[in-house]
């Protein structure tokens, strides 16, 4: 049985992707610790419990069992806090442009729940595009990239258009259904830089499409799920 339900790939090789103090880059190693260290107990508690079961000792493949659930439960508790952490530091208000999510030091699947979930919002608020950063995926193992993918597969279960940007460790995604051919160049700011705002493009109809299933999640206003509006309302 694998260690941990959640892919253990993150985004970058760190997970913050900004200067930022020692303290914090401490506190998420140490919820990411934790998680890690009540999945091997977890491992462990259900290896025991199918060697019990095949010795035909019930009470004690199922008192192994309902432990390795409590430390399941609470390895997913230390994953959840370290994902809202790193979302909360990595995407608050004057760190990053309003039309931009950054999903640095999320697994993959934490950065998919959060991205549709901002998508959806997004959309809700009938705002025309986002920027994903994704990373180039420097630091992936073997060098494969796993959050670019899952966000480009997201993208297409939404029928939503999407174009990789210069920076290839960013994606525009077009929220309003029209077709991308290429993402539009970013403006020159005054100091020589490019904004990552532009303004709002007209919307064409958006043709009906298959709703993608919705996974259960926390309400909106829960957890990281509430912060998105205030972390990084979309322009």
């Known amino acids: 049985m694998a260690s941990s339900a959640i892919p253990l790939e993150r985004l970058g090789g760190h997970a913050f992707n900004h200067r930022t103090s020692v ?9 990411r610790d934790l998680a890690r260290a009540e999945a091997d107990k977890k ?8 060697e019990a079961y095949e010795r035909g000792n019930g009470a004690e493949a199922k008192a192994l069992s309902n432990e390795g659930k409590r430390h399941q439960a609470k390895q997913a508790e230390y994953n959840k806090r370290a994902a809202e952490f790193i979302f909360r530091e ?8 309003e039309d931009t999510i950054d999903l640095h030091g999320l697994f993959v699947e934490e950065a998919e729940d959060i ?4 998508i959806r919002d997004a959309q809700a608020r009938g705002q025309s595009h986002l920027h994903v950063i994704v990373g ?20 297409r279960e939404l029928g939503l258009d999407y174009a990789s ?17 290429a993402p539009p160049p970013l403006p020159e700011q005054p100091d020589g830089h490019q904004s990552h705002s532009r303004p709002q493009r007209p919307q064409r109809p958006r ?9 259960p999640q926390e309400p909106e206003d829960d957890g990281i799920f509430g912060c998105i509006k205030a972390c990084c309302t979309v322009m």
């Open 23 to 31: 303290e914090l880059e401490e506190e998420y190693d140490r919820l």
């Open 43 to 50: 491992k462990s508690c259900f290896d025991r419990a199918h």
């Open 90 to 97: 990595n995407n608050a208000m004057g760190r990053i442009a």
């Open 115 to 118: 991205l549709e979930a901002r």
């Open 136 to 155: 180039k995926g420097n630091h992936s193992t073997g060098g494969v990239r796993k959050i670019k993918p899952r966000v480009e597969q997201l993208c």
């Open 165 to 181: 940007e210069e920076n290839e460790g960013r994606i525009y995604v077009d929220l309003g259904g029209n077709r991308v051919g």
């Open 207 to 215: 043709p009906e499409r298959p709703q993608r299933p919705q996974r």
